[in-house]
């Protein structure tokens, strides 16, 4: 079974302060997305990678860095908080195209910056 | 660009009654549409997905959807609906080639017993 695995689960952050949440899978794919989900707007890609090393820009990458040191991890870093941030973030890992085209979620992780 | 449509924000019906969430899209190429699950408090799970071919594809939990090239519609059905079914409903497209994901905005099921 397909597995990715985030941490923290819940954060509570201060504004200014630093965040990092992390993203880890076992699925061994090479692509591995951050979004953020807030009422009225769904789904809204932050960062993506398609491997080891390479981080790309979503949709709405301002005031996010994100990092992939390994075919497993994936980080997105909110180095200076706003309480604008205050979201659930989803990781998702999958290898598209017309055979696989699946994204497998992880549990999400719940923001608050005060 | 690419965009994903689901007009109805909420749905309400009965247990036992035919569902139909609705979703459009735009894409200049043949797209790749899929539809995802989300219950409360939990991730986002996969139901099921078009590629090419049959233009109803079948899914989990007794899910269907019909692929409509000539409005450009991607509409979730099942019937009887269940209450278990009550959730948060998103429609995708993957652009083809770009490895990416465009989601909807959502639709909130609930199925009243």
């Known amino acids: 079974e397909a597995a990715v695995t985030q941490s923290p689960r819940n954060k509570v952050a201060v504004t200014g302060g630093k965040v990092t949440l992390s993203c880890n899978q076992t699925n061994n794919h090479n692509n591995m997305y951050w979004y953020r989900q807030d009422t009225g707007h769904g789904l809204r890609l932050i960062h993506y990678s398609y491997g080891a090393g390479s981080t790309e820009k979503g949709d709405i990458p301002d005031g996010y860095k994100a990092s992939r040191p390994s075919q497993e991890n994936f980080s997105l870093i909110l180095e200076l908080a706003t309480p604008s941030q205050t979201s659930v973030y989803f990781c998702?890992?999958?290898?598209?195209?017309?055979?696989?085209?699946?994204?497998?979620f992880g549990e999400g992780s719940k923001l608050t910056v005060l | 660009a690419q965009s994903v449509d689901q007009p109805d924000a909420h749905v309400t019906l009965s247990e036992g009654a035919s569902l139909e969430l609705r979703c459009s899209y735009s894409y200049s190429a043949a797209p790749y549409l899929f539809w995802y699950v989300q219950y409360p408090g939990q991730s986002l799970q996969f139901l099921l997905k078009y590629i090419t071919g049959d233009t109803v594809v079948k899914g989990t939990k007794g899910f269907e959807a019909e692929f409509r090239k000539s409005n450009s519609s991607f509409n979730l059905k099942k019937s009887p609906a269940h209450w278990s079914d009550s959730a948060k409903y998103f429609c995708a497209l993957e652009g083809w080639g770009y490895q990416n994901f465009y989601f909807g905005k959502g639709t909130s099921l609930t199925v009243i017993p």
């Open positions: 998702a890992s999958g290898d598209l195209g017309a055979n696989t085209g699946q994204l497998y």
